[in-house]
């Protein structure tokens, strides 16, 4: 409508000037002439005004067009890159570690255990002895009980670093050095080829047991496997110490050989070093012994395929931290607390799935099926203790996760009071439970009033 109402408007004005302002004899024109002079210029003036609409409109629409194409580019690099990050830390915090081996030196097996795997040992030591012999004997006799059996299942554990876990004196290190040096001497008594005692502190942090052992294999990307050993006794405090906190005073040494996930073995791992102290040696082919496996460490050649061979048979991953700043007997409270904390620890078990990107709405997870759940709540004496544990077990119910009791394992009501050796303990029991139930199995580990850490290990196979 508009654009006849201008074609109007010109042809009346060049009408006007047609008629009164062109010095043109219109009486001398042939009838197609004066036809088109009167019609064409206006004609042509809003044919070219269309067109140039026409032009803008269609630049308008590709700048347009580029525009989106632009933005729709930035958004779907902004999505890969937020995917990238987002898979790399999912898989950062899925990292695990494997079990390959566990020992555990205490007075009494607890009822779940079954002698099934050569990897889990559970070495029986008679309390009675254990205390009258005194702490420092007593923890020597379970050291070298778990060191002999570990030698005589393996040989390469010989070459592994071995890490205590507990924030020790110096004299309590020495003594688990001697103790794995004497076992080293007995293992191989002509002296060849003996590795050097390779035992430290794991070092201090605020953080679970299991992320503080998975920083020292990140860090250390030539560490194959190493030795997580616990032990403490408090079997002379006795009668006194029981008085006092309700809980049997215990003894235990728990160690566990834990390795890199996917270890390689090449055809080169299975073969002898040479003798490099024969001169005759060529200089190229000297100190070649473990650059084309340099995730071996100090694992000489000939022994890689024994440790190799040892299957994994349980998977640690990583714990979550809870803060319980309330009244522990409140159960509905701790229990709202304590389900984060799962959530997040089933999620970096891989039991979990994140929710998804851009919105959408998740699937109904499964329900969550456990094998068992190992604890150190307190003494079963203890309200207190019983209600932390009913919180726990009240947080799986949202998981759709029934725990009863015969479901759970209280270290201190089969162990007693084990002090510095507990992480462990409940570690390498957490590991066994899972490899003969073929099920998950979660820790729950009190440290003090108001901290609980929550982990998962799984069977490997699982």
């Known amino acids: 409508m508009t654009m006849f109402f201008i074609l109007i408007v010109l042809a009346a004005l060049w009408l006007a000037v047609v008629w009164l302002a062109l010095p043109v004899d219109l009486a001398a024109l042939a009838l197609p002439s004066l036809v088109s002079l009167h019609v064409a210029p206006p004609a042509l003036a809003v044919l070219s005004g269309l067109m140039c609409k026409r032009m803008w409109q269609w630049n308008t629409a590709r700048l347009e067009k580029a525009r989106a194409g ?8 902004r999505l890969t890159a937020e995917a990238a990050a987002r898979e790399a830390e999912l898989a950062r915090r899925r990292a695990f570690l494997d079990c390959r081996a566990a020992w555990l030196a205490v007075p009494g097996k607890p009822g779940w255990f079954m002698d099934e795997l050569p990897q889990c040992r559970i070495l029986e030591q008679d309390a009675n ?28 554990f010989a070459f592994l670093p071995l890490y205590l876990s507990q924030a020790c004196r110096h004299d309590e290190l020495e003594l688990v050095r001697k103790a ?28 679970p047991l299991s992320d503080r052992v998975l920083a020292l294999f990140e860090n250390d990307p030539a560490m194959p496997a190493m030795w997580l050993v616990g032990m403490d006794s408090l079997l002379e405090e006795g009668i006194e110490d029981e008085s006092k906190t309700g809980i049997e005073p215990g003894h235990a040494v728990a160690a566990l050989v834990l390795s890199r996930p996917n270890l390689v073995l090449v055809e080169a791992d299975a073969i002898e070093k040479p003798d490099m102290s024969d001169p005759y040696i060529p200089h190229w082919e000297r100190g070649q012994g473990g650059r084309d ?22 998977r640690l991953h990583r714990s979550r931290a809870s803060f319980l700043q309330i009244n522990p007997a409140r159960i509905v409270t701790g229990a709202r607390q304590l389900r984060k904390s799962i959530d997040a620890a089933l999620m970096d078990a891989a039991l979990r799935d994140p929710p998804p990107l851009g919105g959408c709405k998740a699937d109904e997870p499964e329900p969550l099926e456990l094998g068992y759940l190992i604890h150190n709540c307190g003494s079963d004496d203890d309200p207190v203790a019983s209600k932390r544990l009913v919180s726990v077990t009240s947080a799986l119910r949202g998981f759709d996760c029934r725990m009863d009791l015969e479901m759970t394992g209280n270290v201190f009501a089969e162990h007693g009071d084990t002090g510095a050796a507990c992480p462990v303990l409940m570690l390498a029991e957490a590991a066994m439970c899972a490899a003969f139930m073929q099920l998950p199995v979660m820790l729950a580990e009190s440290e003090g009033a108001d901290r609980m850490c929550i982990g998962i290990v799984r069977p490997a196979a699982g």
Not at 180 to 207: N, T
């Open 70 to 77: 632009e933005l729709a580019a930035q958004e779907t690099t």
């Open 129 to 156: 002895t254990l205390r009258e012999s005194g702490r420092k004997a007593a923890l020597s006799s379970s050291l070298r009980e778990v060191f002999d059996a570990a030698l005589a299942q393996c040989e390469a």
């Open 180 to 207: 794995w040096q004497e076992a080293l001497r007995e293992a191989f008594p002509d002296g060849k080829d003996a590795p050097s005692p390779d035992c430290r502190r794991l070092p201090d942090a605020d953080e």
């Open 293 to 314: 496996a340099p995730q071996w460490g100090s694992v000489p050649p000939g022994l890689r395929a024994r440790l190799w061979a040892l299957p994994p048979f349980a």
